[in-house]
């Protein structure tokens, strides 16, 4: 996500700082974004934007310090409390008085780390959704001790950056879109896990009757099944959710054996060409 969200940045003209704590990661994400560059140029911010003067305003660099010279921090560590909270602690102290803290966590609210920036009132959620440029809706949620000017200025950025703003009056799990999409995916793996029926015809099913282009499990390879396992066994852990235990486990299969969705080529489906997109999907009789 957090290559996409400079990219984005970066098509609107903004200078990033693209910080990694792994510089393998980094050269993946230059790539990454060049591919980007030329896969999306059909759209107008990318046909507008000059690819090279774009991918020079994309600083990459494992150096925290240099990386806090910044006016805004979107973080986008993975789904760990503990790993965010480290990190806005460890950006606290780095960033200049002026710099405004947001965090893209998935399934996680800000209060969660707000005190560990030790600015708290200028630390807020702007959530993002991908494909960042073609779902351009972004969350926008204080914690109970946003700054109100602060609020406005994140959603001013977002408006900036070519998203549409939602904002939310106060904390919430999910927040808006995700709220829902939880509650599908949820109950999605449960009828897998759970040896009710396959990955194909969970996504058969919501793609045949709602008339979408894919499914839950279409979704979920997408978002990266890491990422969906972090939150899933996150969730277990916090509620004692015996069911959505069992649901980590069954992901946890998908990891073990090196399928991470879409980004390793292969998760609940093979890419570049995954099932759910070939002509005859939706009336396939048994391919599972
Ligand atoms: N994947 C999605 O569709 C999606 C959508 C919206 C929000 N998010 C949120 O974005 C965040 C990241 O998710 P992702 O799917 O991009 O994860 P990812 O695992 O693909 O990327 C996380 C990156 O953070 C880096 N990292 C690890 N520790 C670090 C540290 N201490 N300092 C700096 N960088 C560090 C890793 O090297 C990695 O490149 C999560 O909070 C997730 O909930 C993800």
Same mark, same amino acid.
């Given at each position: ?22 510089? +393998? ?6 790539? &990454? ?14 046909? +507008? =934007?000059?690819?090279? $003067? ?6 990459? %660099? ?29 950006? #606290? @102290? ?11 966590? !998935?399934?996680?609210?800000? !209060? ?7 600015? =708290?009132?200028?630390?807020? =959620? ?6 960042? *440029? ?9 914690? $109970? ?12 950025? $977002?408006?900036?950056? #070519? &998203?549409?703003?939602? @904002?939310? &009056?106060?904390? !919430? ?19 897998? =896990?759970?040896?009710? %029926? ?7 099913? *919501? ?24 939150? %899933? !066994? ?11 235990? +069992?649901?980590?486990?069954?992901? +946890? ?36």
């Amino acid at each position: 996500m957090g290559r996409q969200i400079a990219l984005q940045c970066a098509l609107y003209g903004l200078t990033v700082l693209l910080y990694d704590v792994d510089l +393998k990661v980094l050269g993946g994400a230059r790539k &990454q974004i060049e591919n980007y560059l030329e896969q999306f140029n059909h759209l107008e911010q990318f046909a +507008k =934007a000059d690819p090279s $003067a774009t991918l020079e305003r994309i600083q990459l %660099t494992i150096d925290p310090k240099e990386a806090a010279q910044c006016d805004l921090i979107s973080e986008s560590v993975p789904e760990d409390p503990v790993l965010k909270r480290n990190v806005f602690k460890q950006f #606290g @102290r780095l960033c200049p008085q002026h710099t405004v803290f947001t965090t893209n966590s !998935s399934s996680l609210v800000p !209060s969660m780390f707000a005190d560990s920036s030790g600015r =708290a009132d200028r630390l807020a =959620a702007l959530h993002f959704h991908q494909p960042i *440029w073609i779902s351009n809706v972004v969350d926008v949620m204080p914690h $109970a001790g946003t700054s109100p000017q602060v609020l406005d200025a994140v959603e001013g950025f $977002a408006r900036r950056i #070519g &998203q549409i703003p939602i @904002r939310l &009056q106060k904390e !919430s799990y999910g927040y808006v879109f995700n709220a829902m999409l939880n509650a599908l995916n949820r109950e999605a793996i449960t009828l897998v =896990a759970n040896g009710i %029926t396959s990955v194909e015809n969970v996504d058969r099913a *919501w793609m045949g009757i709602m008339k979408m282009p894919i499914g839950p499990f279409g979704i979920l390879d997408g978002v990266g099944l890491e990422t969906v396992w972090h939150i %899933t !066994s996150y969730w277990a852990g916090q509620l004692g959710d015996v069911q959505l235990e +069992k649901n980590a486990q069954f992901l +946890k299969t998908y990891l073990d054996a090196g399928k991470l969705g879409l980004k390793s080529g292969e998760g609940f489906y093979r890419y570049p060409d995954p099932a759910y997109q070939q002509p005859n999907f939706l009336t396939q009789p048994e391919d599972d």
